[in-house]
């Protein structure tokens, strides 16, 4: 009792020291200088995506999907032929992505983010209704058209040939989806959006909710003990936080309170369930720009997900703390090397500047500064869903 009292204590001292006013004035002096360094690639981006027209999963079809046109599909990442039977059930190669899997539906999603991501980012800094008008005419062929819109529902993501025709491990897909709900929430009361447009569109992520939180699908992905728990409070939350559900927001801040700081975050602030994995170090960063990210958009004034402290004195800070040096130098990292894709990380990881928002630390800004703000490479846009720190600065 004594110490659990101790270490209650410490919890709240450190959620002082990290006034509520000291953590708006950085904030203040980060969204400037982010503005500063990315404002020129960022509307060059923007300018580029208004001349694009939209793709959704209606344009590319494959016989592998069980679903029809209007279903989102992707073959699972690490299942390849077997050598000793080519035509019957995949094998698993953890780790080893399969060139010839079907991405066109993901290819599509990751560039429809990427378009509402830079319109909307462009919005936020000129305030430009062009930006806006561009942005809808991707929401509506996505979740309103009905001759290209997306079923609210990952049936078929991540299927394996000859055994199943879609798994809960595939709604991790949908986090390709987080900066287009924080995008619509940018730019939801600007002038040119059409109201009733918009509840329709508010409403594509009502009926997600619904069977993302219901179907034996969601509710396996939510009980997943690593990463994939992370991401699936991460959809929930953004779609909960842009459809106004209070609940759900209630429920995944006390679910990351109870179940994913506690199954994820070791004493020494690793990430054990990630380093077990073929990409240790990818898979770190990518649950750790998913936490982080989670933490931004659950924390109130009263209930900061930045400084909760376990009553054994874990939090994310000890965890951001323990990858920090191997981002700032991948030479010293201490776990095997990612069997793929190892020179391409690290870039600006998210969780840097989400870090520097909260906690008066220069090093977090000077690390994300220097790397790599736009990069290029799939596999890294794959497991970068958080890609415009601009949408991030104020809401």
Same mark, same amino acid.
């Given at each position: 009792?004594?110490?659990?009292?101790? *270490?209650?204590?410490?919890?709240m001292?450190f959620?002082?020291s990290?006034?509520v006013?000291s953590?708006?004035q950085?904030?203040?002096?980060?969204?400037?200088?982010?503005i500063?360094? #990315?404002?020129?690639r960022?509307i060059?981006?923007?300018?580029?995506?208004i001349?694009?027209?939209?793709i959704?999963?209606?344009?590319?079809?494959?016989?592998?999907?069980a679903?029809?046109i209007?279903?989102f599909y992707?073959?699972?990442?690490?299942w390849?032929?077997?050598?000793a039977?080519?035509n019957?059930?995949?094998?698993?190669?953890?780790g080893?992505?399969n060139?010839?899997?079907?991405?066109?539906?993901?290819?599509?999603?990751?560039?429809?983010?990427q =378009?509402?991501?830079? #319109?909307?980012?462009?919005y936020?800094i000129?305030?430009q209704?062009?930006y806006?008008?561009?942005a809808?005419?991707h929401?509506k062929a996505w979740?309103?058209?009905?001759s290209?819109?997306?079923?609210p529902?990952?049936?078929?993501?991540?299927?394996?040939?000859g055994k199943?025709?879609?798994r809960? /491990?595939?709604?991790?897909d949908m986090?390709?989806l /987080?900066?287009?709900?924080q995008?619509?929430?940018?730019?939801?009361?600007?002038k040119?959006? $059409?109201?009733?447009e918009?509840?329709k =569109?508010?409403?594509?992520?009502?009926?997600?909710? $619904?069977?993302?939180?219901t179907?034996?699908y969601?509710?396996?992905?939510r009980e997943?003990?690593?990463?994939?728990?992370?991401c699936?409070i991460?959809?929930?939350?953004?779609f909960?936080?842009?459809?106004?559900d209070?609940?759900l927001?209630d429920?995944?801040s006390?679910?990351v309170?109870t179940?994913?700081?506690p199954?994820?975050?070791?004493?020494?602030?690793s990430?054990?369930?990630? #380093?077990k994995?073929?990409k240790?170090?990818?898979y770190?960063?990518?649950?750790?720009?998913?936490l *982080?990210?989670?933490a931004?958009?659950?924390? /109130?004034k009263?209930?900061? #997900?930045?400084t909760y402290?376990?009553?054994?004195g874990?939090?994310?800070?000890?965890?951001?703390?323990y990858?920090?040096p191997?981002v700032?130098?991948k030479s /010293?990292? *201490?776990?095997p090397?990612d069997?793929?894709?190892?020179?391409?990380?690290?870039?600006?990881?998210?969780f840097?500047?989400?870090a520097?928002?909260?906690?008066n630390?220069k090093?977090?800004?000077?690390?994300?500064?220097?790397?790599?703000?736009f990069?290029?490479?799939?596999?890294?846009l794959?497991?970068?869903?958080?890609? $415009?720190p601009?949408?991030?600065?104020?809401?």
């Amino acid at each position: 009792m004594i110490q659990s009292n101790y *270490t209650k204590l410490v919890s709240m001292i450190f959620a002082i020291s990290i006034s509520v006013a000291s953590v708006a004035q950085n904030q203040v002096a980060i969204s400037k200088q982010v503005i500063a360094i #990315l404002k020129d690639r960022v509307i060059k981006a923007a300018d580029s995506s208004i001349l694009l027209s939209p793709i959704t999963v209606t344009a590319n079809k494959t016989d592998r999907s069980a679903g029809g046109i209007h279903d989102f599909y992707s073959d699972g990442d690490y299942w390849w032929p077997n050598p000793a039977d080519v035509n019957g059930p995949y094998i698993q190669k953890d780790g080893q992505s399969n060139p010839n899997n079907f991405n066109a539906h993901r290819l599509a999603m990751i560039r429809f983010s990427q =378009i509402v991501g830079n #319109l909307a980012s462009a919005y936020a800094i000129t305030h430009q209704e062009r930006y806006v008008k561009a942005a809808m005419v991707h929401l509506k062929a996505w979740f309103i058209n009905d001759s290209t819109y997306m079923n609210p529902s990952l049936l078929y993501a991540q299927a394996i040939k000859g055994k199943v025709t879609g798994r809960s /491990t595939g709604l991790i897909d949908m986090i390709q989806l /987080t900066e287009v709900a924080q995008g619509i929430r940018i730019m939801e009361n600007a002038k040119s959006v $059409n109201q009733e447009e918009l509840k329709k =569109i508010k409403y594509w992520f009502t009926q997600y909710l $619904n069977w993302v939180t219901t179907h034996p699908y969601g509710v396996e992905e939510r009980e997943a003990k690593n990463n994939h728990g992370t991401c699936w409070i991460l959809q929930v939350a953004i779609f909960a936080k842009l459809t106004g559900d209070q609940a759900l927001l209630d429920y995944c801040s006390n679910r990351v309170k109870t179940v994913i700081y506690p199954n994820q975050l070791a004493q020494d602030g690793s990430l054990p369930l990630e #380093l077990k994995r073929t990409k240790p170090y990818g898979y770190s960063l990518f649950d750790l720009d998913a936490l *982080t990210a989670v933490a931004k958009i659950l924390s /109130t004034k009263s209930d900061n #997900l930045f400084t909760y402290t376990l009553p054994d004195g874990r939090n994310l800070i000890k965890t951001i703390e323990y990858l920090v040096p191997f981002v700032m130098d991948k030479s /010293t990292w *201490t776990f095997p090397k990612d069997v793929m894709y190892w020179d391409e990380w690290p870039v600006a990881q998210p969780f840097l500047f989400f870090a520097a928002q909260q906690y008066n630390d220069k090093k977090y800004f000077t690390t994300w500064e220097r790397l790599e703000h736009f990069p290029t490479n799939g596999e890294v846009l794959r497991n970068l869903p958080i890609r $415009n720190p601009i949408l991030w600065l104020d809401k």
